[in-house]
């Protein structure tokens, strides 16, 4: 399985034009993680590999709430605010390549 830096940011862009579920990016991204397991995962380019694995890493878990005191969910730990944010900061590692 290929991935590459633009398939990250269609998936941060999906959840936040509503195009694709969080909970589909989230399974998607398990998915790689299995993938990356069993040595089926190649980053490409290899240079982005660390800058792809963290955004696996954080996508794995973009569907989970946080909860109030009294244990009712008031939103996701990340909006889609975060995710602008997660977007530009992977922008800013690929310009300056």
């Known amino acids: 399985m290929k991935i590459t830096v633009n398939h990250i940011l269609d998936a941060y862009q999906g959840i936040i034009d509503g195009s694709v579920s969080r909970d589909e990016i989230s399974t998607w991204a398990?998915?790689?993680?299995?993938?990356?397991?069993?040595?089926?995962?190649?980053?490409?380019?290899?240079?982005?590999?660390?800058?792809?694995?963290?955004?696996?890493?954080?996508?794995?878990?973009?569907?989970?709430?946080?909860?109030?005191?009294?244990?009712?969910?008031?939103?996701?730990?990340?909006?889609?605010?975060?995710?602008?944010e997660k977007i530009l900061e992977i922008q800013k590692v690929i310009d300056m390549r």
Not at 50 to 58: A, G, R, V
Not at 63 to 75: A, T, V, W
């Open 30 to 84: 398990a998915g790689c993680m299995f993938a990356a397991e069993a040595g089926k995962l190649d980053f490409d380019p290899r240079q982005d590999e660390k800058t792809i694995w963290n955004s696996i890493q954080f996508l794995s878990g973009v569907d989970l709430f946080q909860y109030d005191h009294e244990n009712n969910p008031i939103g996701y730990l990340d909006d889609n605010a975060g995710l602008e």
